[in-house]
């Protein structure tokens, strides 16, 4: 498709107008800067270019790869009835236990408040019960406030704000495995390859259809689905579904919403073993080269940036590809960078993760070689 007029484009248009059909000024009045013919010509253009601007881009808002935020949300609400996930809070279970039965019987309710040592505020969304002679007992919990920032490692949640408000004030608390789910707003990309998968799984019942029931959940944000064969390579009539954060893991909590999603996407009879998946952390060595000239150290950082956003991208049970990661390398060419074959040191081939784990690194993970 052609592109698009530009300002200059348009002000040559008015120029060669005054230039064949002006009879009473001078038409090389039009090339003088700051004449009333150049002004004139010139205003006519800005304006004329803001329209062509203005129609381009209510136009590209009408198609999936064009619109954007808001735009974004209409076209996907009015075509597909869907809408944009919003922020989720993590979601997880602690283990409330005591050393000494002096207090007797008694309830966590829901609702009480736990926190991690650094600040991060939960409260249970069920309860806890304590018999007499009972030292533990176990309780959900979901993080006060949406997103990714309150998201608790294991062992992250120890302390009870409001100690004197529970019937033993000697209890304690710790969440044994990470909390999952906390994920910030559906940014436009993931909410666009949604969009796609909608004609895909429409009819529900499929592999395709049950992932992406999954992934309609907040704080889910990968999902594979893989079907179960008897010994003559018949289904089984069981799917095993893994599910992901962001951040590779999971939680018995948040795989029980996704349970109870899936019941608008399986089909009747079909069994959903939904499972928690596990990071797996990969680790990264480069060696870089750069022209002359080039800000190396910002570039360094612009680059292990970019691996990491890749690696992080890559869904539950993924493999990460070699020749991916040396597409990453290519996108910075243009900055200064040398991408050659010898630049990615390890790993050395493609990482396929173990079933039920997700690829994930950091940016210490990266190491770039002197």
Excluded: H
């Excluded at 530009?6 to 040559?12: G, K, N, P, Y």
């Excluded at 608008?264 to 870089?288: C, H, M, N, W, Y």
């Amino acid at each position: 498709m052609a592109d698009l007029p530009t300002r200059v484009d348009l002000f040559a248009i008015g120029r060669d107008f005054v230039l064949t059909k002006a009879t009473k000024i001078d038409p090389a009045q039009v090339d003088i800067a700051g004449s009333d013919v150049n002004i004139f010509c010139g205003v006519a253009s800005v304006l004329a270019y803001q329209i062509i601007l203005q129609l381009a881009f209510r136009t590209g808002a009408l198609l999936l790869d064009g619109a954007d935020d808001e735009d974004l949300d209409r076209y996907a609400f009015d075509r597909y009835g869907l809408t944009r996930k919003g922020a989720s809070p993590a979601l997880g279970s602690v283990r409330i236990f005591r050393t000494a039965l002096t207090f007797g019987a008694g309830t966590v309710p829901v609702g009480t408040k736990v926190s991690t040592l650094t600040g991060a505020e939960y409260i249970t969304t069920s309860s806890a019960s304590f018999g007499a002679t009972d030292l533990e007992s176990s309780a959900n919990v979901r993080a006060s406030q949406a997103g990714k920032a309150t998201q608790a490692g294991a062992e992250a949640i120890r302390r009870f704000p409001q100690a004197g408000l529970l019937f033993d004030n000697t209890l304690q608390v710790i969440n044994d495995d990470a909390t999952a789910g906390g994920e910030d707003a559906e940014d436009d990309d993931t909410f666009r390859a949604r969009i796609r998968d909608f004609w895909r799984s429409a009819r529900r019942g499929i592999l395709a259809a049950i992932e992406s029931g999954a992934r309609s959940v907040p704080g889910v944000v990968s999902a594979q689905a893989i079907e179960a064969l008897t010994a003559g390579n018949t289904p089984a009539r069981v799917v095993s579904l893994y599910i992901a954060d962001s951040t590779g893991i999971a939680s018995d909590a948040l795989a029980e919403q996704v349970r109870v999603a899936l019941d608008d996407f399986r089909a009747g009879g079909i069994a959903v073993l939904v499972s928690k998946s596990l990071p797996q952390i990969a680790e990264i060595t480069l060696r870089l080269a750069f022209r002359a000239n080039v800000d190396t150290p910002t570039l360094t950082d612009n680059i292990r940036a970019a691996m990491v956003d890749f690696v992080n991208s890559v869904p539950v049970n993924g493999t990460l590809y070699l020749g991916q990661l040396y597409t990453v390398l290519q996108r910075f060419e243009a900055d200064g960078l040398i991408p050659t074959q010898a630049s990615i040191v390890s790993p050395t081939g493609d990482l396929v993760p173990g079933t039920g784990q997700t690829i994930r690194t950091t940016v210490a993970n990266v190491v770039v070689l002197p």
